[in-house]
């Protein structure tokens, strides 16, 4: 094949041609993948630093989703503390409404054996009250027991050898005991009971001594009579005194006294509240079971682990949040009954019952409230380590295509400056094969 020889001026408009060429299909392809670096032939430093940057860049938004799972486990769990915590405060209502209807089931007594002046008394008295004439009758004297009439007011019980009077008012645990004098009446018996603030205690305008407790326990009221005053209070103590009633005259000796032994009834609007509390109880226990999110639920005593960032080991920074087992039993809100409190129960009836639950529905919303602060904490610092993630990503893709991204606008224009370039070279090129065809004309 023969050689064609090509001029100087040809050969270099060819050669200019073809670098122009060169760079105006590198700046399209840079303005059709809006990359400058594409490959590690470009720029091995920058373009492996961007790859570098944009893997981790990869990795902690693949962490933003457990990030965002825990963010949720956690605030599930705090709209359960939430809920179970206006469950507490429908229960707390519920005791005061107990609490609050108190009258029926105060142990009270009032009986035809409670009667401590009759209708001879008025006469013999010259018309006295019944009332005024039980109030001044003394509790013993050196005697059998007399009525009262015009010159005496009468006494209850013989203190001929016994002279040393007590008196104890009792109901649960709680217990007064004071000494009488010898000369003390019906008036000081019913002070010192009042006193007591075990019962209070009345005279009623039939000469019945009214006794009501305080309390819902039974209540036992007992007048002692010995030799000696510890004696006495041994008496008045005593069972047997205290199933005596006080209007009936006793035989003297050392268990010489009266009393009153009275129980409490059922309240009928208590015994409507059982079923209300219990299903509040109820719905604590149910509700802490539906609080659980993705298989998590802290209000069972799961554990949430929360992973950072991308390394492992000791590097790796997480966060483990530690749940608890939320039921009624463990807030300590017992079972109401309306019966004898056996274990895990309460009897509604029982004013003492009904106090210890009060105060355990307060230790319950305590801790509630000391959990719900625990679960925010986490909460707070989960969700800032979310936010960091979320800018941490956008800085280390901004990083990355800082490296490779084409500036648009600089290859645009200089793609436009080629394409200028590429028409002078091809006229540069028709210029020198028009020379060639010059010389061709003189022969």
Known sequence: MATVS??????????????????????????????????????PVNFFTAAGLNDRAGQLTGLLDGISNGVQTITA???????????????????????ADAAANRPNKVGTADVLANAAEVTDTGGKSRKDIALDKRIGEAAVAARATASDTGHLIDTTTNTNLALTVSAGATSYTVDLSATATVRDLVNEINKSGVATASV???????????????????????????????????????????????????????????AGGNSTVRSNLIKQFNDLRTQINELAKDTSFNGKNLLNGDKLSIVFNEKTGANQSKLDVQ??????????????????????????????????????LTSALGSLRSTASSLGSSLSIVQARQDFTKNLVNTLTQGADNLVLADTNEEGAKL????????LSQTALTLSSQADQAVLRLF
């Open 204 to 262: 009623d305008d039939s000469g019945r001594l009214n006794v009501t407790g305080s309390g819902s326990d039974t209540l036992r009221v007992g007048v002692g009579a010995s030799t000696s005053a510890a004696l006495a209070r041994v008496n008045a103590s005593s069972g047997t005194n205290q199933n005596v009633a006080i209007g009936l005259a006793v035989a003297d000796g050392d268990i010489a006294g009266a009393g009153i032994v009275s």
């Open 323 to 360: 749940g608890s087992v939320l039921n009624s039993a463990n807030l300590g809100v017992l079972e109401a009954t309306s019966a004898t409190a056996v274990t895990g129960t309460f009897n509604i009836q029982s004013d003492t019952d009904l106090a210890s639950v009060s105060d355990a």
């Open 416 to 423: 436009l400056a080629l394409q200028t370039r590429q028409q």
């Open 6 to 43: 090509l001029s100087a001026g040809v050969r270099s408009a060819l050669t200019s041609l073809s670098q122009t060429n060169s760079a105006s299909q590198q700046g399209q392809y840079r303005l059709a993948t809006g990359k400058k670096v594409n490959s590690a032939v470009d720029n």
């Open 77 to 99: 769990a705090s709209q359960g503390i939430d809920s179970a915590t206006k469950l507490v405060e429908s229960l707390q209502s519920t005791v005061k409404q107990a609490q």
